[in-house]
């Protein structure tokens, strides 16, 4: 690590300080993304497999550790480098979960084979977006693939934190995220988390704005050389296998040796002895929920002799998990203060022009099946298919080249439920609609209408509602816009079963009034509560837990789109009802039978299913689409 040339520190030592500063707003980002959509029942799991490199290795320990002991799976944490080797023919009835704050090339190993594993979850800050902005088509390509087999993605809200071998904003927003995926595998377990998983973000905040303060006065005492001497870290029981990465704070932040972490009863065996030969520098990792330990302590300070030998105590209060967030702070301190005085640059660290022949190793990425729909049914390179996304002059050219039908899809803002959003059924539209697009190489998805047409959950406070006649004189003039820009057909289908009796019986009339653009639309909400029941059914959910309205369906879906949307905490069962005649459950309001909003039972929703859901359905609009006209629609119906 080279000397700085612009003053005391660097440019380096001020990132490292302003991201520091940065961390109370990293935590409160953190806590609000809520709990994650596990993704799987860890019931029905033989192990949970964790994994992550670098910083990211201790959330995969932290994880491992909590659900063993919090939830009482069986979890075990393995090294990255297990993945070079293809996975095992057991790995078909484990789950596999990946922490990568930047999705790492050496972390995409382990992402290899997702079909491989029962589920994947792949903990990460990265994004489509960041992996465009940063032109990594390569991670771009690994997401689309991991989408394609039905894996979950759980974001981190850290992303972009580069420029310095050390990291300080991912590894205590990574910790906040592990605590509240440890607590969602507790709940789909069956379980109520116990206190081992709370976390007061508050007051996690308070100790960290004083954990400066803290490291201060602990070195307050030492001589100056005392910073110098080798490292090595004092602490006790499970607390060991947890604090990997303020050794890594050590290695990366001050490129000192990888210092050993001491359980205090095991000094006097081999440690202690190998230190009276020279000097030493003790750092007790101090919990106060562990107060077993300051005896220890005290008995180590008088057995080491302080002419060669310091040690500081560093002190948190918070209990559990909640002192690795105090620690990392403690400890990034600590690092600010040795790399102040030793005048170091941590922007240029030596081996930087080496370090790729490891480092950007990553596995080849064979094509996934959205390769091969993109391959078979280009698009045009310049236009996007998406109207809200275009210019004018982009659609005019997509017009001219031949991509002239719409995709009309109708939402609601409606409630589901005390675990879901209003935007639910909205936002499914609109992810059905991108996805049908993607298949229909002359085909512009348009943004989706909403609200929609829902009297029956009106007794819900928030819905929002529009009669028939203003839905259908809103569609008239969408259909007559797209008719006068030059598109030939249009196709209307609807996230929210509400819309389909008011759709189909108005779908002759917009016919009729547009003149020039063919109008089809998919109704059949029987058909499609059929396919989606015979999936879940395939999958092992009932069709009473299925349910018709903000149940595993929906819910699974929602965890697969906007894992952070929905509310785990929230989820209960709802009116459990077996028969797919459901529209009499709606009438006259849904609130009379199902007082909740709730037809089905949420609570072991998995995006892995919400993934297959959507195929589902993609496909059924597909089919309609294909055939040209209006699906036969049965009667007596009202699906999600």
Not at 250 to 269: C, M, N
Not at 341 to 370: I, V
Not at 385 to 402: K, M, V
Request: glycine share 8%.
């Amino acid at each position: 690590m080279s000397r700085s040339r612009d003053g005391a520190g660097g440019r380096g030592l001020r990132l490292l300080a302003e991201r520091m500063a940065a961390l109370p707003a990293a935590l409160r980002a953190a806590e609000r993304l809520g709990e994650p959509a596990l993704g799987f029942d860890p019931r029905a799991v033989r192990h949970v497999v964790v994994t992550g490199i670098g910083s990211s290795a201790a959330h995969a320990r932290l994880l491992a550790h909590l659900l063993c002991e919090e939830a009482s799976l069986g979890a075990r944490a393995v090294p990255p480098g297990a993945f070079l080797a293809p996975p095992p023919p057991a790995a078909a009835d484990d789950a596999l979960v990946v922490f990568s704050q930047g999705l790492s090339p050496n972390a995409r190993f382990a992402l290899s084979a997702p079909r491989a594993w029962r589920a994947v979850v792949l903990v990460t800050a990265a994004t489509p977006e960041s992996l465009d902005a940063r032109g990594d088509a390569e991670g771009r390509r690994l997401l689309a693939r991991l989408e394609d087999a039905g894996a979950s993605r759980i974001a981190l809200p850290a992303d972009g934190e580069y420029g310095t071998l050390l990291r300080v904003l991912g590894p205590a927003a990574g910790i906040v995220r592990t605590l509240a995926l440890a607590r969602a595998a507790v709940r789909a377990a069956g379980r109520a988390p116990g206190p081992g998983l709370a976390l007061d973000v508050e007051r996690a905040c308070e100790r960290i704005a004083q954990a400066p303060a803290g490291t201060e006065a602990a070195l307050a005492a030492l001589e100056p050389a005392a910073l110098e001497a080798p490292l090595a870290f004092l602490t006790s029981g499970s607390y060991v296998d947890l604090v990997s990465n303020l050794q890594r704070k050590v290695l990366e932040g001050l490129l000192r040796p990888w210092p050993p972490v001491v359980d205090l009863l095991e000094l006097a065996h081999g440690a202690f002895q190998q230190a009276c030969t020279g000097r030493g520098l003790w750092i007790a990792l101090a919990r106060r929920d562990a107060p077993q330990e300051a005896p220890l302590l005290e008995r180590t300070r008088r057995m080491l002799d302080p002419g060669r030998h310091a040690v500081i105590a560093l002190e948190a209060e918070l209990p559990g998990a909640g002192a690795l967030l105090e620690h990392e702070a403690l400890l990034n301190a600590f690092v600010l203060r040795v790399l102040t005085r030793g005048r170091l640059d941590l922007e240029r660290w030596p081996g930087q022009e080496r370090e790729g022949l490891l480092y950007d190793l990553a596995p080849p990425m064979p094509p996934s099946a959205s390769d091969t729909i993109v391959r078979q049914q280009p698009r045009p390179a310049a236009t996007p298919a998406l109207l809200a996304e275009l210019s004018w002059p982009e659609l005019a050219e997509a017009l001219a080249a031949g991509r002239r039908s719409a995709l009309l899809p109708l939402g609601a803002i409606e409630q589901h439920g005390p675990h879901l959003p209003f935007a639910t059924d909205a936002w499914i539209a609109e992810a059905l609609a991108a996805r049908l697009c993607a298949r229909l190489p002359d085909a512009v998805a348009l943004p989706v209408v909403s609200p929609g047409c829902s009297p029956e959950h009106m007794a819900h406070p928030g819905t929002l509602e529009l009669a028939p006649a203003t839905l259908e004189a809103v569609l008239r003039d969408v259909l007559r816009s797209l008719a006068r820009h030059g598109f030939e057909r249009a196709f209307l289908f609807s996230g929210h079963g509400g819309n389909a009796e008011p759709l189909r019986a108005m779908l002759p009339r917009l016919r009729r009034s547009v003149r020039g653009l063919r109008v089809d639309a998919f109704v059949d909400l029987e058909g499609l509560t059929v396919r989606l029941h015979a999936v879940a059914a395939r999958l092992g959910v009932s069709a009473e837990a299925a349910g018709h309205h903000a149940g595993e369906i929906e819910t699974s879906i929602l965890a697969a789109l906007r894992p952070e949307a929905v509310r785990r905490g929230e989820a209960a069962a709802g009116l459990l009802a077996p028969t797919r005649r459901g529209q009499r459950l709606f009438q006259p309001s849904l609130r009379v039978n199902a007082p909740a909003g709730v037809v089905g039972d949420p609570r072991n929703a998995s995006a892995r299913r919400g993934a297959a859901y959507l195929e589902a359905w993609v496909d059924l609009l597909l089919e309609a689409w294909a055939r040209g006209k209006k699906p036969r629609k049965a009667k007596g119906t009202k699906r999600p």
